[in-house]
Structure formats: structure tokens, C-alpha cells
């Protein structure tokens, strides 16, 4: 069966016959559940949800809803067996379907898509078709649907302007003039959308009128909203001026007669990755659709530069698109090969710098990780050797990014760190500075040294309003939400509430970014559950906490805090050794912690090998985003449980 939101909400059989789901209450909690994302929703959540003052029996009027539901969408459900679709979970239900037969998670995986790769176009087609009408339109009254509602005709809106882009990037789009006349009349505030309605004109051969189109634009923005028209207008509208003949994105690489460099694209993609936000997102994109095309070409030393001109700062140890990641890796070792032993020293440098920065993350093999440790020590041997301080300090950055061989290591990362930041100080590299001052802020905070930390932190701020780095501050607020965590646990210090509430703000912060997503996930959660050890309290069990990465070892504290003990040591047992990157003294420090309290020695006494080295460093600080306090604390708990005290 397949459940459809975007419109009146609806359920058909596989043969497409409609699953009658009774009344409106009944349909408002199957939708109450598609909006979860498969997570389970509380029965109190539930019942807040569809009523505004609870009737006395709310509860078992929801039990009922629930069960005619089952009955509904699994019809041949044998008696007494449990269903497979709508499921009872911990105190609350879910809904588990998979995201392909349900059409909002179709619609923002395909959006998800289109951001990445232009190829994904035709996946955004059908996906923004499948629209029937505004979304849970027949779900009227509810916070929970208008909170929805609003986001998700937020998320329509930029489908329809990426698809746009996207048809007008491959050459074509002149059809679009008449969609995209209507939406910037419905919605003149949104200023991207004009400029795509002014390459349509153009695109046309309508070249007076993409002109006027620009000027309305200018004077509904001064005159509305009081605001200047945006470089990119700006830009477009000199472009048209000039007589421009072909108005691409700089995705585009080659046009028909047209060429735009790939290095030149991956310059611009480099540019836009330091602003973070959508635009790293983006960016990334460009900049393997630019490798994809210089390799096209068989001119190894082209890929060579066009590869190596993307030397971003990288300081997080999860890639954010981490196939992405694997393509450009794939790419980089090709042209190393091509290049051979003997090609030029500073392209294969910058290659192998590439292959040090880029491969990163929970998914990678053994053998990629010696080979990534080995591209980053022949990296920073050739830059040495060619005497290139810019060359050097990417080179470092592929360094740092492998130096999570095993917990411990801070000291070592903060001289990689005070390098970089030497190295970019004395040399006028900026973005280098920034990305010093953040590493050496992650390894002060891993040492408990939270006034040299502050000082870092103090550092990267005043720096990123001149290099319009936008990620700084929201890093630096989640620094400052991890100091005052730390705080609460002393005499006169902050509240646990307090500390919270600064992590939320944090995580709005970030949230706000869009970009990121390999250090966003699950982070918050993580950050709640080390206040609440600091604070000697059971993990958090709320029912909307995303856990990301980190689930397998946190969910044993859950599930203990649950009162689940065999279920908390059967997930206890199952959970992989903590991948190699900035949480694992964190997650090893709950690995210990859930051992001891379940008296799994074996457990234990792995736990308690792997943080002796890090026996003077805090857990989590490494993250220089959250603590979950000493790691000896931790690392005592392992050794007295598995008698090594």
C-alpha cells in the first residue's frame, strides 16, 4: 500500500483501490504519524495533537482510531498477530513504511537528490507532480499540520526554483516563462526567482523583457521590503546588458559554442563552499559535476588542477555527502595514476591532499584509512619540499582530518593545529586561520582548558566577520553551550536547565544553516544525554530525539533508563566498536558507562583499553561541541567492572 499527503490525505491498495480510513480524527492520526518519519509518537503527543482540550477518555478514543486503522491498511492481517505497519513502540506508535510508498518522503528524498547531482531532475519532476493540492489539506485546526504545512510548502517552493534552475543550467527553459511568471506574481519576495524568470525571458530571445523583469523585481524589493536587489540580479542584469549570449549557472560547464573552464567552476564552487549553508551543499555539487567534465576531456593534468583548486577547510571528521566524498576520491586516485610517479610534484601534492581531506567517516575500510593516512603524510612531505605555505596548510588540513586513529590523540591535533595557524597567520590565508583557531579550540576543550578554548573561539569570531565564514559562529555557540554544560556541574555554576536551554539554541543555530548534515545529526541528542550523566540522571527517552550516528551507543543508556535491562544488554553487546573520528572517546565513555551498570565485564574491559590513553582528556570535548565530562570517570567505572581497578 502506499499512504499520499500531498493533498487530502490518502491510502491505496497496491492495485491503487482506496483504503477507506474512516472519519477525520482517524485520518489526522495516520497523518500525525507520516509526520513523524517513521519515529514513534507518545500517546500524550498524540492526544495534545488532535485535541485542543482533551476529552476525559482521549486515550482509549485514540486506541480506538488506532485499531480501526490496522484494520484498514492491513486487511488480511491474521488474528492476534502484530502488525507490521501502524506498531506499538515504547509508550507511543509508529508508522513503518518504507519512504518510496509514501509520497512526502518520495518528494523531499527527490529534493534531497536534485540539491546533489543535476542528473536527479527527472526524480524532481515526478516528484513535484505528485502534488495534489496543499499538503494534509483536509487536516484543518492543528498546530502540528499548519507547522507542517508551512514547511513543507517552503520545500515545494524550492523544488519548483531548483527544478527551474536545473532545466535553465542544461539549456533549455524557455517553456518555463508562464509557470514562472505566475509564481514570482504569487510570491514576489522571493528574490531568486525573479532572476530565474529573467533567464527564461532571456533564454526566449525576450531580451527587453528579462530587462523589465529585473527592473520590477528592484522596485518591488525597495519598495516592499525596503531592500537592494542582491548580487546576483545585479549580476544577471549586467550580463543581459552586455549582450551576454549564453546565461548558465556556473554548474554548467560546456554550453553549445560556450565553454566555462571546469578549474573556473570549482574556483566559484570554492568561493561559495566557505560561505556554508545550502551554498557548501551546492557548491560540492558544481565541484564534482566540474571533475566529472575536466575528466571527460583525458587531460590528466587539467583534472589534476581542477581537482586540487577545491581547498576547502574541512573540520569535521563525518563527510557530509559521503557518496559524494567517495566519487571524488575515486576521481583523485584516477588522475593520480594518470599523472604517474613523475608528474608535476605540486599537482600530485594537491591530489593527495584531496584524497587526505575527503576520505573521512564511519564508512570507510581499513585499507582506505592507511591509504588516506598515507596520501596525507606524502602530501605534507611534498608541500614541504616545494616550499608552498598554501599548499602546505591543505596538506595539514588532510593530516588533521586523519589523526583519529584512536582516542588520545588531542595533544597531537592541537600542533597540527597551532601549524595551520602559524603557517596561515604569517602567510596571509585567512580561511586557514579560522580553521586553526577552531582546531586548537577543539583540542584546548578536549583538555578541559575551557579559558584557552574561549580565547580561540574569541579568535575565529572576530576573524569570520571579514571572511564572511557564517559557520564560525554557530561552531563557537555550540563551544559556548559546551562550557556552560560544564559549569553546572560546580558550586554557583548554571542549572542543568540552563545548559539545555543553550544547547537548543545551539542546535536552532545550526539547524538554520541547512548544510552540514554530517555534523548535525544525532548531535544534539548526544549533547542532552552527556548533560544528563554530568548531572548523574538517565538518558533522555523522548520520542523526537534523533540520535543520527550515535544511536547504537546511546540506545543501551535508553533502554536503561527504560527499564529495559535485557533488551539494554542485548543492544549493548550488539554495538560496533565507535568509529575512528571527533565522538569516540565519547561514545566508548557510554560504552563503559552502560557496561558497568549492566555488569558486562568482557564489554567493560574493552572500554577500558581503548580510553586509557585518553584518561586525561574530557569526553566529547574532542568535538569542542559538547562534553559528557573526565573520560577517568568513565574509564574507572570499565576497569572497576571488569576487575582491573
Known amino acids: 500500500m502506499r499512504i499520499d499527503v500531498l493533498g487530502a490525505v490518502r491510502a491505496l491498495h497496491d492495485d491503487g483501490t482506496p483504503v477507506d480510513l474512516g ?38 478514543a485514540l486506541r480506538t482510531f488506532v485499531a480501526a486503522l490496522r484494520r484498514a491498511v492491513e486487511p488480511e492481517r491474521p488474528p492476534r498477530t502484530p502488525p507490521r505497519v501502524l506498531v506499538t513502540e515504547g509508550p507511543g506508535y509508529a508508522l ?54 508551512a514547511r513543507l510548502e517552503e520545500l515545494r517552493l524550492e523544488g519548483v526554483e531548483l527544478r527551474a534552475r536545473l532545466l ?16 514570482v506574481t504569487e510570491r514576489p519576495w522571493r528574490e531568486p526567482a525573479w532572476g530565474l524568470l529573467a533567464r527564461a525571458l532571456h533564454r526566449a530571445g525576450r531580451r527587453a523583457d528579462a530587462l523589465a523583469t529585473l527592473r520590477r ?81 583525458g587531460d590528466a593534468a587539467l583534472t589534476a588542477r581542477v581537482i586540487g583548486a577545491y581547498d576547502v577547510p574541512a573540520l569535521w571528521s563525518r563527510a557530509d555527502d559521503p557518496e559524494q566524498s567517495r566519487a571524488v576520491v575515486a576521481a583523485t586516485e584516477r588522475t593520480l595514476t594518470a599523472l604517474g610517479a613523475d608528474g608535476p610534484a605540486e599537482l600530485r601534492a594537491r591530489l593527495l591532499a584531496t584524497v587526505a581531506v575527503e576520505s573521512r567517516g564511519a564508512g570507510l575500510s581499513a585499507a582506505e584509512r592507511r591509504r588516506a593516512e598515507q596520501a596525507a603524510r606524502e602530501a605534507v612531505a611534498l608541500a614541504r619540499e616545494l616550499g608552498d605555505p598554501a599548499l602546505l596548510v591543505f596538506a595539514l588540513n588532510g593530516v588533521f582530518l586523519q589523526s583519529f586513529t584512536r582516542p588520545g590523540l588531542a595533544a597531537a591535533r592541537d600542533a597540527i593545529g597551532s601549524e595551520i595557524l602559524a ?80 544547547y537548543r539554541a545551539a542546535e536552532d543555530a545550526l539547524a538554520g544553516t541547512g548544510g552540514m548534515p ?72 557510554l560504552t563503559a558507562h552502560a557496561a558497568a551498570r549492566l555488569g558486562e565485564r ?40 571488569a576487575g582491573e581497578g
Open 23 to 60: 472519519g477525520p480524527r482517524h485520518r489526522e492520526v495516520l497523518a500525525r504519524l507520516v509526520a513523524a518519519g517513521g519515529r514513534m509518537v507518545a500517546t500524550d503527543t498524540l492526544v495534545d495533537d488532535l485535541w485542543a482540550e482533551p476529552p476525559a477518555r482521549a486515550v482509549g
Open 96 to 149: 513503518r513504511l518504507p519512504r518510496e510508498d509514501v509520497d512526502v518522503h518520495r518528494f523531499e528524498d527527490a529534493l534531497a537528490r536534485a540539491r546533489r547531482t543535476p542528473e536527479a531532475l527527472a526524480g524532481l519532476d515526478a516528484a513535484l507532480a505528485s502534488w495534489r493540492g496543499p499538503a494534509y489539506a483536509d487536516v484543518t485546526g492543528s498546530a502540528w499540520a499548519r507547522r507542517e504545512q
Open 168 to 183: 535553465l543550467d542544461s539549456g533549455s527553459g524557455a517553456e518555463l516563462v508562464a509557470e514562472l511568471g505566475a509564481h
Open 602 to 641: 568482557p564489554v567493560a574491559a574493552r572500554a577500558a583499553t581503548a580510553l586509557r590513553p585518553a584518561r586525561a582528556e574530557h569526553a566529547g570535548g574532542a568535538s569542542g561541541l559538547l562534553t559528557l565530562g573526565p573520560v577517568a570517570r568513565y574509564l574507572a567505572e570499565a576497569e572497576a567492572c
Open 518 to 589: 554530517g555534523l548535525h545529526r544525532g548531535l544534539f541528542a548526544l549533547a542532552l544525554l552527556g548533560l544528563r550523566l554530568l548531572h548523574d540522571r538517565p538518558a533522555p527517552t523522548g520520542p523526537a530525539l534523533d540520535w543520527g550516528p550515535y544511536r547504537p551507543w546511546a540506545h543501551p543508556l535508553v533502554l536503561l533508563a527504560r527499564d529495559r535491562v535485557e533488551q539494554a544488554r542485548a543492544a549493548l553487546i550488539a554495538a560496533p566498536e565507535p568509529p575512528l573520528d571527533h565522538m569516540q572517546e565519547a561514545l566508548w565513555c
Open 423 to 502: 603557517l596561515a597567520t604569517r602567510h596571509e590565508l585567512p580561511d586557514f586561520v579560522v580553521l586553526g583557531r577552531l582546531v586548537r579550540l577543539q583540542s584546548a576543550s578536549a583538555a578541559g582548558d575551557l579559558d584557552a578554548a574561549t580565547a580561540h573561539a574569541e579568535a575565529a569570531e572576530r576573524l569570520a566577520v571579514s571572511t564572511e565564514a557564517s559557520l564560525v559562529p554557530v561552531l563557537t555557540g555550540w563551544f559556548r553551550a559546551r562550557a556552560t554544560a560544564a559549569r553546572s556541574t560546580g558550586p554557583g555554576g548554571p542549572s542543568a536547565a540552563t545548559a539545555a536551554a543553550h
Open 217 to 297: 523585481a528592484r522596485t518591488m524589493l525597495a519598495d516592499q521590503l525596503g531592500l537592494d536587489p542582491g548580487a546576483g540580479l545585479r549580476r544577471l542584469e549586467t550580463d543581459i546588458l552586455r549582450g551576454a549570449t549564453t546565461l548558465q549557472h556556473a554548474r554548467t560547464v560546456w554550453t553549445a559554442g560556450v565553454r566555462l573552464g571546469p578549474r573556473t567552476t570549482v574556483e566559484l564552487a570554492r568561493t561559495l563552499a566557505l560561505a556554508g549553508g545550502d551554498a557548501l551543499v551546492h557548491s560540492r555539487s558544481d565541484r564534482l559535476a566540474a571533475v566529472r567534465a575536466a575528466e571527460r576531456t
